[in-house]
T-cell receptor, first 115, second 114 residues
Framework: AQSVAQPEDQVNVAEGNPLTVKCTYSVSGNPYLFWYVQYPNRGLQFLLKYITGDNLVKGSYGFEAEFNKSQTSFHLKKPSALVSDSALYFC?????????????FGKGTHLIIQP | DVKVTQSSRYLVKRTGEKVFLECVQD?????MFWYRQDPGLGLRLIYF???????EKGDIPEGYSVSREKKERFSLILESASTNQTSMYLC?????????????FGPGTRLLVL
């Protein structure tokens, strides 16, 4: 079975400061890892994913995430937060050896950027 | 750009009604998915389909069924709606290319069952 943990329900950051949204995962094999963002009353938008290769993945809107196999983590980061980054963020995982079934999502983290 | 559309943004239904949620994607994707999203629970997979007329149960299929008669369309059916099915429903699609493929989501349908 695969699972994802997002330990923080909410993260508050001042505009211009760096931000981190945490994610840890558990899979039986090797993981594919994803980050999605959801703005109010909207569907999920894809930000970035890790498949293989470089542990630092760059994505949309200046976000990046670092895959750490030893810590089974895939934290989302951005060097300088914008108020418009305020949204709900989801980490998701799929086992590389899995079939065509869906992603397993974390419970989500509300990111609040204060002006 | 991939486009996934859902037939309604908001729905209000009564307990016991049969409810149809429609999802259409325009990128010729093989795989389609239905999730429900609840606060504090994240997204949970209800059903998915990897081909026309094929369906597989996800983590929480009870009380739901699905239909995929055409490749671009995937319908979620609540046979007899109940108040505990009040939720946000999200449809997604992806190419058949293995487990690394990105899922693309529709805007969601917020269903209220009274």
């Amino acid at each position: 079975a695969q699972s994802v943990a997002q330990p923080e329900d909410q993260v508050n950051v001042a505009e211009g400061n760096p931000l981190t949204v945490k994610c840890t995962y558990s899979v039986s094999g090797n993981p594919y890892l994803f980050w999605y963002v959801q703005y109010p009353n909207r569907g999920l938008q894809f930000l970035l994913k890790y498949i293989t290769g470089d542990n630092l993945v760059k994505g949309s809107y200046g976000f990046e995430a670092e895959f750490n196999k030893s810590q089974t983590s895939f934290h989302l980061k951005k060097p300088s937060a914008l108020v418009s980054d305020s949204a709900l963020y989801f980490c998701a995982v799929r086992d590389m050896g899995g079939g065509a079934d869906g992603l397993t999502f974390g419970k989500g983290t509300h990111l609040i950027i204060q002006p | 750009d991939v486009k996934v559309t859902q037939s309604s943004r908001y729905l209000v239904k009564r307990t016991g009604e049969k409810v149809f949620l429609e999802c259409v994607q325009d990128m010729d994707h093989e795989n389609m998915f239905w999730y429900r999203q609840d606060p504090g629970l994240g997204l949970r997979l209800i059903y998915f389909s990897y081909d026309v007329k094929m369906k597989e149960k996800g983590d929480i299929p009870e009380g739901y069924s699905v239909s995929r008669e055409k490749k671009e369309r995937f319908s979620l059916i609540l046979e007899s709606a109940s108040t505990n099915q009040t939720s946000m429903y999200l449809c997604a699609s992806t190419r058949f290319g293995g487990t690394s493929e990105t899922q693309y989501f529709g805007p969601g349908t917020r269903l209220l069952v009274l």
